[in-house]
């Protein structure tokens, strides 16, 4: 599961580190699967590796479907966009329920909303299980921590500042409006 914008980018890194083959599943490719398979199979059972976007399996004609299947392996990118109380949310937990295992992805920081980040740590979660968390940061990485900041001071002209001000200006009208 993935943003939709990112399932290209998946399907390529799989196959180019690692020679696996991924079949990209959106309204088109689950069309024209339906339509090749004896009627009444369930499309989701043809894919033996599928890349989907969670905003595509959470719709309500499509999540009975996927749900339907048992999965070895549900990992989720940018799993942070899938908190708190939310159709995505939803999603994610019940098709986690249906896996082996469970991969969450994200790199954005935790917020500081802890029962947000406790609904997402139990996304899949079956009696005792345990949640093994990896976390690396820069310096783990030897990225290094510093960064260098360079202070460009840009100074706009007479015709720029007027633009802005008028943009301003039109800004508040719709605002206003």
């Known amino acids: 599961l993935t943003p939709a914008g990112l399932r290209e980018q998946w399907a390529a890194e799989l ?17 024209r699967l339906t339509g090749s398979l004896p009627v009444g199979m369930n499309p989701w059972l043809a894919v033996p590796l599928a890349i989907t976007s969670i905003d595509f399996v959470k719709r309500p004609e499509v999540l009975p479907s996927v749900l339907a299947c048992r999965w070895d392996i549900v990992i989720e990118d940018e799993a942070h966009g899938a908190l708190g109380a939310s159709d995505r949310h939803h999603a994610s937990e019940v098709l986690a329920s249906r896996a082996s295992y469970v991969l969450l992805l994200t790199a954005t920081p935790h917020s500081g909303d802890r029962e947000a980040f406790l609904s997402l740590c139990a996304a899949g979660r079956v009696g005792g299980d345990t949640l093994l968390v990896f976390r690396r940061t820069r310096s783990d ?5 510093a960064r260098r900041v360079h202070q460009l001071i840009v100074r706009p002209s007479a015709a720029e500042m007027e633009m802005h001000c008028l943009l301003g200006a039109f800004s508040g009208a719709l605002r206003r409006e």
């Not at 580190?17 to 069309?31: K, M, N, P, W």
């Not at 990485?141 to 921590?145: D, F, M, S, W």
């Open 141 to 145: 990485v030897k990225l290094g921590v």
């Open 15 to 31: 196959k180019d580190r690692f020679h696996i083959d991924a079949t990209v599943v959106d309204a088109g490719a689950l069309r």
